[in-house]
């Protein structure tokens, strides 16, 4: 079965930097689009970005545009979120999930276990 | 942005209930809705996609309706592993948007 597996989370300063990574195995990488989605302590999900199959093609919400940046690399099998400019309300789970599509079609099928992003001074 | 609405926000059922969820979007979405199943620390589990279809694996207790702005996610027979929250999505357009979520807890 598909698995993906996040990792990079933890503890950083209003402002901060993080970049997490999302590997995945048994899947034909670069066939699939990837997003992040994250959920804040006790609420609900939200998508963050997306990127397709190829890599050619990235997405983001407008309450990380110009801060975050995913990105992919086939060779590793695994997409990465760099987060930059790091606020208190982008304290969250975050996961990664599997398109079923090259393009982003945000028709979710996998989802990895997720990394706790936590920014406070 | 399409706003996704859920009711109720939470129910209490006991095993072998049927339990119905409801999911509204502010505009048509056609059958572009999925439907997520997430227990407590662990990670939203794809159920149903294009608003009736089963993903694999899925118990057939599960079910889907709905086209346009309402849709329907139910239970037929709850089971113990069932109690969780459910999240309904829609990604007939951009950006993709879940619902609140139903808590499905213990009568």
């Known amino acids: 079965e598909v698995q993906l597996v996040e990792s990079g989370g933890g503890l950083v300063q209003p402002g901060g930097s993080l970049r997490l990574s999302c590997t995945a195995s048994r899947i034909t990488f670069s066939s699939y689009a990837m997003s992040w989605v994250r959920q804040a302590p006790g609420k609900g999900l939200e998508w963050v970005s997306g990127i397709s199959g190829s890599g050619d093609s990235t997405y983001y919400a407008d309450s990380v545009k110009g801060r975050f940046t995913i990105s992919r690399d086939k060779s590793k099998n695994t997409v990465y979120l760099q987060m930059n400019s790091l606020r208190a309300e982008d304290t969250a789970v975050y996961y990664c999930?599997?398109?079923?599509?090259?393009?982003?079609?945000?028709?979710?099928?996998?989802w990895g276990q997720g990394t706790l992003v936590t920014v406070s001074s | 942005d399409i706003q996704m609405t859920q009711s109720p926000s939470s129910l209490s059922a006991a095993v072998g209930d049927r339990v119905t969820i409801t999911c509204r979007a502010s505009?048509?979405?056609?059958?572009?809705l999925a439907w997520f199943q997430q227990k407590p620390g662990k990670a939203p589990k794809s159920l149903i996609y294009a608003a009736i279809s089963l993903q694999s694996g899925v118990p057939s207790r599960f079910s889907g309706s709905g086209s346009g702005t309402d849709f329907t996610l139910t239970i037929s027979s709850l089971q113990p592993e069932d109690f969780a929250t459910y999240y309904c999505?829609?990604?007939?357009?951009?950006?993709?948007?879940f619902g609140p979520g139903t808590k499905v807890d213990v009568k």
């Open positions: 505009q048509g979405i056609s059958n572009s």
């Open positions: 999930a599997k398109d079923w599509y090259s393009s982003c079609y945000y028709l979710f099928d996998y």
């Open positions: 999505q829609q990604y007939n357009s951009y950006p993709p948007t």
